[in-house]
């Protein structure tokens, strides 16, 4: 089955900059990542997806970016805030009617105002 | 507009104690559902799915079992819990396979 793995568990940055959290994948033929952030205590919530004939996509500050070959997918936030910090998952599946997402362990993005 | 209930929001269960959660989805039809467990600062664990009435795929061996009544309802059980079955359990829904999962807001479950 797929294997999605999230790398660093930890991350702090400072307001105003950039934050790249990395996944890589196993079963090639996944072809749908989403991005959930999930605040304390709450649900996770889908921030960003990409499907795997495009290779980035972006809304305002945050983009993913999809490279098939090597089978990694990231998360780019720019212009941090404090309401950023959350844990953040990213996930992997093959589309279709029996489809299941296998998360990531999980990354928790820390922004120090 | 689809939105998904789940009901209890916290539950604090004996071991050995039986357990019966409820998920049910509206504005949508035959959606594919899922149960999740995240354990305390941990990621999430798929338990069981489904993609029709009746239809329930097991990810985990386990003392949880899980059914599907109607169309839009789910529900995670079980005969007798453990202290490891304590976690936050979410439930999910999504159509066709093509889109993200919608969660609901999670049951927070105890076992003391």
């Known amino acids: 089955g797929e294997n999605v793995e999230q790398h660093p568990s930890t991350l702090s940055v400072q307001e105003g900059d950039s934050a790249v959290i990395k996944c890589t994948y196993s079963d090639s033929a996944s072809n749908y990542f989403p991005w959930y952030k999930q605040e304390l205590g709450k649900r996770p919530q889908l921030i960003i997806d990409?499907?795997?004939?495009?290779g980035e996509k972006k809304d305002q500050r945050i983009a993913v970016t999809l490279n098939k070959t090597a089978k990694h997918f990231s998360l780019h936030i720019t212009e941090t805030q404090p309401e950023d910090s959350a844990v953040y998952f990213c996930a992997a599946s093959k589309t279709g009617a029996n489809s299941k997402l296998t998360f990531g362990k999980g990354i928790t993005l820390s922004v120090r105002p | 507009s689809q939105t998904i209930h789940q009901w209890p929001a916290t539950l604090v269960q004996p071991v050995g104690s039986p357990l019966s959660l409820e998920c049910t989805v509206e504005g949508t039809s035959n959606p594919n559902l899922y149960w999740y467990r995240q354990a305390a600062g941990r990621g999430l664990q798929l338990l069981f799915y489904s993609v029709g009435i009746g239809q329930i795929s097991s990810e985990v061996p386990q003392n949880l079992s899980a059914s599907r009544p109607q169309d839009r309802q789910f529900i995670l059980s079980s005969k007798k819990l453990l202290l490891s079955d304590s976690g936050f359990y979410l439930c999910?829904?999504?159509?066709?396979?093509?889109?993200?999962?919608?969660f609901g807001s999670g049951t927070r479950l105890t076992v003391v």
């Open positions: 990409i499907r795997s004939n495009v």
């Open positions: 999910a829904w999504t159509v066709g396979g093509s889109y993200g999962y919608t």
